[in-house]
């Protein structure tokens, strides 16, 4: 038994089964996170692209002893609207939600748009697991505790909320990708500020470089440099222990607004409020919240 696991059973009703949601589940970083809340019981609804990949994603792991199980729901978390029906899924199937896990994300080497026109990276890295949060915090709100994890980067930059979907400037993959990555960082430190005292926190992960098939059609001087030295990159189930622990340890409980990597706390990028409400204002007009 866990650790996590015997403190619930000595401290909470371990009859309500917590449960989390899971983002990009199908495959590498993803399906090692789902694999570590299974084996500590949790209950995950894994938000998959292909419903196929999701089935075999559960019998993969169907073997793994205890009370977890998984739910398998398709969510392209690039597309708003598919975002909008994975949320009231949930809600109608679970009223109180303990985990999310925004770990769904991209790199893509040309500018391109959803079928709703807002751009790819931004839609993919930002505004999907932005809105989905945000549709589900009533859930989250009515649990006694609950944690909400973005999975970052180390690679923040070229960051500009005049032109967060690349209209105005050259597009680059790289770029466009450590712009995502700062904003979510952002948007992680404006939910830790409006939650404080709600009993939902939310925290901001980097798993750093992760053996994965992230890179594989990724273009450029960057993404080559990455390839050459992905000897020395880590396994996705190295690369999922600090998501899992920053979900699940109790030493973690009330911790909100920080920057984990390696288990390890890390220095995060600071935004007075009025730049963090500038994004956020524009990430609501952006997903159709406002």
Do not use: C
């Amino acid at each position: 038994m866990s650790e996590v696991l015997a403190r619930r059973m000595a401290s909470e009703n371990v009859a309500d089964s917590i449960v989390a949601v899971v983002t990009g589940a199908s495959g590498g970083l993803g399906k090692e996170i789902v694999r570590g809340l299974l084996a500590d019981g949790v209950t995950v609804i894994a938000g998959v692209r292909s419903l196929d990949k999701g089935e075999a994603l559960r019998a993969e792991l169907s073997g793994i002893p205890g009370p977890g199980r998984i739910d398998i729901v398709p969510l392209d978390i690039s597309d708003m609207r598919s975002v909008r029906a994975f949320a009231a899924t949930v809600a109608e199937q679970h009223p109180t939600l303990q985990i999310l896990i925004n770990n769904a994300g991209a790199w893509f080497n040309e500018r391109g748009e959803t079928g709703e026109g807002r751009e790819l990276t931004l839609a993919t890295n930002v505004l999907g697991p932005y809105l989905l949060t945000k549709l589900l915090l009533p859930q989250l709100r009515a649990s006694t505790r609950a944690r909400i994890v973005n999975t970052v980067s180390a690679a923040v930059g070229d960051y500009d909320v005049t032109d967060l979907e690349w209209r105005n400037r050259r597009y680059g993959g790289f770029k466009a990708y450590r712009q995502s990555k700062q904003a979510l960082q952002m948007v992680t430190e404006s939910l830790a500020l409006t939650l404080a005292g709600s009993g939902v926190v939310a925290n901001a992960v980097s798993p750093g470089f992760v053996r994965t098939t992230f890179l594989k059609e990724a273009k450029g001087l960057v993404a080559a440099a990455l390839r050459a030295t992905s000897f020395l990159a880590v396994s996705p189930a190295e690369g999922a222990a600090t998501p899992l622990w920053v979900a699940l340890s109790p030493d973690l409980a009330d911790v909100s607004g920080r920057l984990y990597e390696n288990r390890k706390e890390k220095a995060v990028l600071s935004f007075d409020r009025a730049n963090l409400e500038r994004l956020t204002a524009r990430l609501d007009e952006l997903s159709g919240l406002k």
